[in-house]
């Protein structure tokens, strides 16, 4: 047990380095604008996902409002958003342990 006089000191650049490795995820939501089709295909086309896999995220999307369609670290996951809003599919992006 450390004595009261003890200070515990934290590396900044560990504490950084903690933070950006902790996974995040894209989380694509439902919109009435974009056809189910369109969504699918942007899946496909962007992620690399087969026909099946595509088409069973996007129904997720139209049921259940949003689905979580990639994992990876904060900067991977920063450019997907930029990437899907550019599709104009509406993304946004959280933390894996927060999802």
């Known amino acids: 047990m450390p ?3 003890t200070i515990e000191r934290t590396d900044p650049a560990a504490a950084l380095d903690a933070e950006l490795n ?3 995820v894209l989380i694509v939501w439902d919109d009435p604008v974009n056809l189910m089709s369109y969504v699918s295909y942007v899946f496909q086309s962007y992620f690399g996902y087969s026909r099946a896999r595509a088409d069973q995220l ?4 139209h049921q259940q ?3 979580i369609v990639a994992t990876g670290a904060l900067e991977k996951i920063e450019a997907d958003v930029a990437a899907m809003h550019g599709y104009g599919l509406q993304a946004t992006f959280k933390r894996a342990d927060q999802a």
């Open 3 to 5: 004595s009261p006089d």
């Open 22 to 24: 902790v996974p995040y």
């Open 58 to 61: 996007m129904m997720q999307v």
């Open 65 to 67: 409002g949003r689905a």
